[in-house]
């Protein structure tokens, strides 16, 4: 008999949940914040009690895998915020503009 694979990497090299999108990250977030495997079922209900469970089992018993995951990710996410930020359209650099322009001074 074939053992469960509670998670997966993508084409991306994403960590997803069973075979939904739900990213290991959200799951490992909520968990480490201390809500119940039932909570984070309501939260994303595409994934069953049993998918929660065995995600959370994996991330425990596979914890500085999923961790070095999580800080390629978080650099992955900064590069790409940092990317965005300078290649900003033209409506968005007048939005920045404006904001700045609208801040009172400080007396």
Known sequence: MREKQYVRVDEHG?????????????????????HAPETLQQQFPALSLEEVYGAITYYLSHRDEVQAYLQRQEALWKALRANAEQQASPVVKRLQARRVADVPDAP
């Open 14 to 34: 994403v960590m997803r949940v069973g075979t939904t999108r739900v990213m290991l990250d959200a799951l490992v977030v909520g968990f480490e914040q201390g």
